[in-house]
């Protein structure tokens, strides 16, 4: 929770203030007291309260006055609302690790398919846009709701050399940039404002799906913080196991460039070395808890395809701080108002029955 004003918490000051004029009340009281001959007289004259009785309601009062000082100072919360008006980039790592086989058939076939099915799920209203990325990222589709469109990009899908996560979110910034007159391109100097001032999150959202670790290009974490910096959202989702396999992909899955090392992977229709590119975990995770998104893991087709289907869940909702002086107010009357409900109930004149009881005592 935030505070707007924070200097009205100074309105606290009334409660010591009521506190000393009660004290000092009470002691010019007892120093003009009368003196009588009789307590039962005192005692029939006056309402019979206990001690508590005569304290709740000024402890009622008092807290009231607490809550509305923090009212004063209009709190505001966080907290997660819907929003009616979301694109999302979905980032797709095509590079050689993803003929890996430990995912029958290969990672890439599988993630495609993911791809193709949480597309067609979405309402029709939905803007998604495509972004392919291995050494290099690019742009395939920009947000559109024609899924036939997005499903023909989806189909021409091919692995390269390399894996550039943080180029693929900013290649997402700037497609964003493009429909979104509130989120400025990559290439706009926001200069050193602190992310958590700048307000409420945009309803676009970038979605990056990998099996590796950045090797080229960009940090992923700089880019992290060009987007939190533009308040969009980065989700990630690291697909595929630990275990060694065989890097086997069709020769429509493999572009005119060959892969060494990592991928292990020669040329199209073929297998090539067991050694898998490992998921950068720790950077995936700092990517989406510095956007405000969240990491997801995968580790075979059913994984995959219920991470994509939770995330429309996850992206619908953004954080939003909403101010809530109206509660503390309304706390706030709530305690007054029971408290002198209270005084007044308490102090109402005793019956001559009651009157009689107080004094046989």
Avoid at 116 to 132: E, M, P
Avoid at 216 to 229: C, L, N
Avoid at 331 to 355: E, N
Wanted: aromatic content about 6%; some cysteine.
């Amino acid at each position: 929770m935030s505070l707007s004003w924070p200097w009205a918490l100074l309105a606290l000051l009334t409660v010591p203030i009521i506190l000393a004029v009660r004290w000092w009340m009470n002691r010019r009281r007892k120093r003009s007291a009368v003196v009588v001959s009789s307590v039962a007289l005192i005692r029939a004259a006056i309402p019979g309260r206990s001690s508590w009785r005569r304290r709740v309601p000024v402890w009622l009062f008092l807290a009231g006055l607490i809550v509305l000082a923090g009212g004063l100072t209009r709190p505001q919360a966080t907290v997660s609302v819907p929003s009616n008006s979301t694109s999302i980039l979905l980032a797709i790592d095509v590079s050689g690790s993803m003929c890996s086989t430990d995912i029958s058939p290969n990672r890439l076939t599988v993630a495609t398919e993911a791809a193709r099915n949480f597309i067609k799920k979405q309402s029709d209203g939905t803007q998604i846009g495509l972004v392919a990325f291995s050494g290099i990222a690019g742009l395939l589709v920009a947000p559109t709701t024609d899924k036939d469109a997005l499903l023909d990009a989806i189909d021409t899908l091919k692995t390269a050399r390399g894996t550039a996560i943080g180029q693929a979110i900013l290649t997402s910034i700037d497609a964003i940039a493009e429909h979104n007159p509130n989120v400025a391109a990559t290439g706009v100097d926001l200069g050193d404002a602190d992310p958590n001032t700048l307000g409420d999150y945009q309803p676009d959202t970038i979605v990056v799906l990998t099996d590796g670790s950045n090797t080229t290009g960009v940090d992923p974490e700089t880019a992290a913080t060009q987007a939190a910096a533009r308040r969009v959202r980065v989700f990630t989702i690291g697909f595929g196991t630990t275990t060694p396999a065989p890097m086997v992909c069709s020769a429509n899955q493999v572009s005119g460039d060959s892969f060494t090392g990592g991928g292990g992977f020669q040329g199209g229709g073929r297998g090539g070395g067991g050694r898998n590119q490992q998921i950068d975990e720790d950077a995936l995770q700092n990517v989406a808890d510095t956007t405000g998104g969240r990491y997801f893991r995968a580790e075979d087709a059913d994984q995959l395809v219920d991470v994509l289907d939770d995330l429309p869940r996850e992206i619908g909702l953004h954080k939003q701080k909403v101010e809530i002086t109206v509660w503390f107010v309304l706390a706030a009357a709530l305690l007054v108002f029971t408290g002198v409900f209270l005084a007044m109930w308490w102090s109402q004149p005793r019956t001559p029955a009651q009157r009689a009881r107080t004094s046989a005592k």
